[in-house]
Every structure is written in structure tokens, then in C-alpha cells.
């Protein structure tokens, strides 16, 4: 049954593109070769599939080739998906397949890896969706001196967070300061990391497809507040987020892309420190906070250092203080002075 539901999810996200696929393509085994140069420098906005709804599967057909299934669903339509048991037997899916660690390619060194990877985000067997559209609180990269594998994206505990490509799902347990955690391997090698989880949807080995429900959002973990903590890793090496996913419009930027080995964090083989993430969110809180404590007066006729102390409950000493004046400074008409 649950295969069956993953392949409706599969086939929701390319009805549209399904009558343009030719079936003696061979996608899997010529990536690289049909990643043109062109394409892969020129971004190309995709638009995520649809969240998957009511539709159910009638039938799977299978086709001449292996690797390719015909899916039909109940309402007339259908599309062309990779065959699972031929992913199952892709290298993506048994090289440093381990469901225990967090992170499975510790051994991996980054200098092991080509200056530049052309990876397949999305073609018309392979889909995409947003993890989760909102504001994002913390960008990937240096921090304070800290280093952020991730973004961190605010939510409201119990939102739903879907899967961002078709894969299979690497880890998915309570994992200390990640708190409840989801990694999922994608069909193109990379694996995209969705932590602080209230609410775990898919298990280890399940197959999950572009948009599909994976689990809720939450502050399990180390955590300072509801947030999605979200990292894009290949090989263990995490990069930007944002170089693919737009989290305003829910866009994939492209369609391909040319992963350079400088657009990993030196960082990439470590936990994310999430003890360094809450200590910036406090001092970044307590900032915020004293920003908008901040108060204005503009100087009327007849306004005094000593009426304006006790109109705004503070001192002469305090307001020259805050305007760098002295408490004889004379007061000009539409003035500027800083109160709090
Ligand atoms: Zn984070």
C-alpha cells in the first residue's frame, strides 16, 4: 500500500510534463552528458509541483525499459517514473548508505571530491517542492563567527514540512540537538537535512517523492523557538541552500546545477553546533529588542531637557547622555532627540 501511495506522489508531480518524456530516454544512466553548459550557467525558475491531495493510483504498467513505470491515476491522468527497484540498485542509494548517523560521509574528504559536480535537480522523471515557504530567520554561512550548515526558517509548530526532491530516506529519528531529524538521499546524490521536527511522517527506507508530507514543524532539539532547520549536503558537504531554492517565491532557481567544490563550507564535516545557533539567536533577540526600545522626540517651542526627563520618565543626565549634549546645550525647534 505504502508503495503504492508513494507512486501516486511520484506521478502527481509530472502529469504535466509526462506526454513530452520520450520512453527511449535514459535519464539515470546519462546525466552528465546531458547537462550542456549552457544549462547549467543559466537559471531557469521551476515552479514546485503540486502538494499532493486526493488522487489514488489505479494502476502501475510496466514499460520495455526497466527503469521506467507507467503510473495512472484516477483522474485521467498519468506520467513516467523511475522504476524503484532500478533505484534501488543505484549506486546513490547503497554507497555510505547508513540510517544510524547523522551524517554518512565522514570518511569522505572534500579534496576526494571534482571541482565541479553537474547535478540533475529536476528533469521529467525527478521533481521538486519547497520544504517550506516562511521567513528565514538565519542564513547559511558564517555567523558571528559561527558556522551555519543551514538556514533556519520560522514556522508555527505543526506546519507541515514536504520533501524538496524524490528520494529515499536516509535517518529519521530524535538525533540530540538536531532533535527530531530527517535526512533524505535524492536521486541526484545530494541529501537535504529537516531538523527541530514536532512530528516524524517517514521512516528509514521509505521512498518519498518532490512534496510529499514528510513530518511537522517544531523546536525539538536545541532550539530557541518553531523553526526549520534546513541543510542541502553532498557527499557530507553541506552548501547554501538558497544557491537552489528561492524561500520567498518557493522557486527552484534552476534546473541544473554546477556544484563547485567552493561553494562547500569548510565546515561541512561537523555537526551543526547548535549551541553557537542559540547563543547568536540571544544576542541577536537581545538586539532586536533594544532597537525597538528606541524612542524619538522632536523639540516643540517651549520643550526643556527637564520637562522632557519627566514627560518620558527618565533623566537630564540620561538624555544628554543618549544625544551626547550637555544638560545647558540649548534645544532648537525640530530637533531630533533620542528619549530611550
Ligand atoms: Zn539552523
Avoid at 274 to 287: N, S, T
Avoid at 319 to 340: A, F, H, M, P, Y
Amino acid at each position: 500500500m505504502k508503495y503504492i501511495l508513494l507512486l501516486v506522489a511520484v506521478c502527481l508531480s509530472f502529469v504535466a510534463t509526462a506526454q513530452d518524456t520520450e520512453l527511449t530516454e535514459q535519464p539515470d544512466s546519462t546525466v552528465v552528458e546531458r547537462v550542456d553548459s549552457a544549462a547549467v550557467t543559466k537559471p531557469m525558475p521551476v515552479r514546485p509541483v503540486r502538494t499532493l491531495g486526493q488522487v489514488s493510483v489505479i494502476d502501475t504498467l510496466a514499460t520495455e525499459s526497466d527503469k521506467l513505470s507507467i503510473v495512472l491515476f484516477n483522474d485521467n491522468t498519468w506520467r513516467y517514473v523511475m522504476s524503484e527497484d532500478y533505484k534501488a540498485d543505484s549506486e546513490v542509494f547503497n554507497d555510505h548508505w547508513d540510517t544510524v548517523a547523522t551524517h554518512a560521509y565522514k570518511d569522505v574528504p572534500l579534496d576526494s571530491l571534482p571541482q565541479a559536480t553537474p547535478i540533475l535537480l529536476v528533469d521529467s522523471l525527478d521533481s521538486y517542492h519547497y520544504p517550506y515557504i516562511g521567513r528565514i530567520t538565519s542564513r547559511y554561512g558564517p555567523r558571528r563567527g559561527r558556522a551555519h550548515q543551514g538556514l533556519d526558517i520560522a514556522l508555527k509548530t505543526g506546519d507541515p514540512i514536504y520533501a524538496t526532491f524524490d528520494g529515499k530516506v536516509r535517518f529519521s529519528k530524535a538525533a540530540g540537538n538536531y532533535g527530531n531529524l530527517i535526512v533524505i538521499r535524492h536521486n541526484n546524490g545530494l541529501e537535504t537535512y529537516y531538523a527541530h521536527l514536532s512530528q516524524r511522517d517517514v521512516e528509514v527506507g521509505d521512498w518519498v517523492v518532490a512534496g510529499q508530507q514528510i513530518g511537522l514543524g517544531g523546536s525539538t532539539g536545541r532550539s530557541t523557538g518553531p523553526h526549520l532547520h534546513f541543510e542541502v549536503r553532498y557527499k557530507g558537504q553541506s552548501f547554501d541552500p538558497e544557491r537552489i531554492i528561492d524561500f520567498k517565491s518557493g522557486d527552484l532557481r534552476r534546473a541544473e546545477l554546477l556544484l563547485k567544490r567552493r561553494h562547500f563550507s569548510i565546515y561541512a564535516k561537523y555537526e551543526q553546533d547548535f549551541d553557537a545557533e542559540v547563543e547568536v539567536e540571544k544576542i541577536e533577540e537581545a538586539e532586536r529588542k533594544a532597537a525597538a526600545a528606541v524612542q524619538y522626540h522632536t523639540v516643540r517651542s517651549g520643550d526643556t531637557l527637564g520637562a522632557l526627563a519627566r514627560k518620558y520618565g527618565t533623566t537630564v543626565t540620561r538624555l544628554c547622555q543618549l544625544n551626547g549634549i550637555k544638560s545647558t546645550s540649548i534645544l532648537r525647534i525640530g530637533q531630533r532627540l533620542r528619549v530611550r
